[in-house]
């Protein structure tokens, strides 16, 4: 199975600033299908990012995805209060879809 | 608008089995499987598997296959993730979740999530 590495663990930032977020397979995700998605306390996981670095509908333009093969980067500008959560990767390309063990976000 | 609603929280003993729903609307129902993911306290995420409504075949995680059975029921547009032989690690919440599209594709939709507390 794909096994997905992500880093930082923690994060800690100022609102306002950049975040950067990083997701590592161990081996090429098949057609990058690969998906973030955001956590907070209490609730079910939320799409974020499909297929590497497209924005799932409603989402703000803050949030972006890049990278290809196994090496993809979830970027976060302009931190702003409710983006304060954990974020999960996931890939889709082969089975079993596995998800990567999170970065959480939280203030500085 | 879609909408899964899952069953309530479930308090098992060692060595039983759970049957948590998952029912489905505003959307049809056979042209979208579903997976089923759980989530440890405190922990991350973990897939468990995926069912085709339409077929009815199901792919599961290979570390639960030999536990695990997910079903549907077309009349009630209704999914099923059955886990047996459970042990206290398998104490968590459990999601389905729907893919944006047919096919295997990232989760758009959510249930609200079911607790299954395994304790003796």
């Known amino acids: 199975e794909i096994v997905l590495t992500q880093s930082p663990g923690t994060l800690s930032l100022s609102p306002g600033e950049r975040a950067t977020l990083s997701c590592r397979a161990s081996?090429?995700?098949?057609?990058?299908?690969l998906a973030w998605y955001q956590q907070k306390p209490g609730q079910a996981p939320r799409l974020l990012i499909s297929?590497?670095?497209t924005r799932a509908a409603g989402i703000s333009d803050r949030f972006s995805g890049s990278g290809s093969g196994t090496d993809f980067t979830l970027t976060i500008n302009g931190l702003e209060t409710e983006d304060y959560a954990v974020y999960y990767c996931?890939?889709?390309?082969?089975?079993?879809?596995?998800f990567g063990p999170g970065t959480k976000v939280d203030i500085k | 608008q879609v909408q899964l609603v899952q069953s309530g929280a479930e308090v098992k003993k060692p060595g039983a089995s759970v049957k948590v729903a998952c029912k489905t609307s505003?959307?049809?129902?056979?042209?979208?499987?579903m997976s089923w993911v759980r989530q440890a306290p405190g922990q991350g995420l973990e897939w468990m598997g995926w069912?085709?409504?339409?077929?009815?075949?199901?792919h599961y995680s290979p570390k639960m296959q030999d536990r695990l059975t997910f079903t549907t029921d077309t009349s009630t547009t209704t999914v099923y993730m059955e886990l047996h032989n459970l042990q206290s690690d398998d104490t968590a919440f459990y999601f389905c979740?729907?893919?944006?599209?047919?096919?295997?594709?990232?989760?758009?939709?959510w249930g609200q999530g079911t607790l299954v507390t395994v304790s003796s």
């Open positions: 979740a729907r893919a944006r599209y047919s096919g295997h594709d990232s989760l758009l939709f």
């Open positions: 505003g959307y049809i129902f056979t042209s979208y499987g």
């Open positions: 069912i085709s409504t339409y077929r009815g075949d199901a």
């Open positions: 081996e090429s995700v098949i057609g990058n299908f």
């Open positions: 297929g590497a670095s």
């Open positions: 996931q890939q889709f390309g082969a089975s079993p879809f596995t």
